[in-house]
T-cell receptor
């Protein structure tokens, strides 16, 4: 069965700083990978997803993620964060079962 | 498209009471998922349906939890009797068939059991 590990529980950044959130998964087969975002008090929304092809995936709001198969990783990046990016970010993997989510990383962006 | 609709948005009840959470998936979606989110355990998949049929309920924590999907546009998650440790946010999500399809989440029901 697949599992997902998000290394950072809480990340605090200043506005304009660069962001990288780690995500590693364990599953030997073909996977589909997702990043979801949950703004305070709201539901989960899809940020970006990878199914096949170019391992560098671009999503909404300037986010991107890179699938590195050899490292079983799918890290999320953004060159310059804004205060409005304050949210919880969830990595998810789909192998041979429905989506499995990581525990989430809370991002706080301060002015 | 109205998105996934959940009701109620908030529920406060006393221990021992029955709680029923409702979900209307996006029209045309074949899969429906129920999740529970807590600070301690994160986002957990409780059960999911395909074409109204429960496929995997291994995530349902106890027999006190049950879920039904009587038709393609409605599902319920029932807790009876409720306990304080059931306090959480319960999300419903739906997707089309196919491995590559995205799950769309509802706004969630915030449940507090006193």
């Amino acid at each position: 069965a697949q599992s997902v590990s998000q290394h950072n529980h809480h990340v605090i950044l200043s506005e304009a700083a660069s962001l990288e959130l780690g995500c590693n998964y364990s599953y030997g087969g073909t996977v589909n990978l997702f990043w979801y975002v949950q703004y305070p008090g709201q539901h989960l929304q899809l940020l970006l997803k990878y199914f096949s092809g170019d391992p560098l995936v671009k999503g909404i709001k300037g986010f991107e993620a890179e699938f590195i198969k050899s490292k079983f990783s799918f890290n999320l990046r953004k060159p310059s964060v804004q205060w409005s990016d304050t949210a919880e970010y969830f990595c998810a993997v789909k192998g041979n079962t429905p989506l499995v989510f990581g525990k989430g990383t809370r991002l706080s962006v301060i002015a | 498209d109205a998105g996934v609709i959940q009701s109620p948005r908030h529920e406060v009840t006393e221990m021992g009471q029955e709680v029923t959470l409702r979900c209307k998936p996006i029209s045309g979606h074949d899969y429906l998922f129920w999740y529970r989110q807590t600070m301690m355990r994160g986002l957990e998949l409780l059960i999911y349906f395909n074409n109204n049929v429960p496929i995997d309920d291994s995530g349902m924590p106890e027999d006190r939890f049950s879920a039904k999907m009587p038709n393609a546009s409605f599902s319920t998650l029932k807790i009876q009797p409720s306990e304080p440790r059931d306090s959480a946010v319960y999300f419903c999500a739906s997707s089309r068939a196919g491995a590559q399809e995205t799950q769309y989440f509802g706004p969630g029901t915030r449940l507090l059991v006193l």
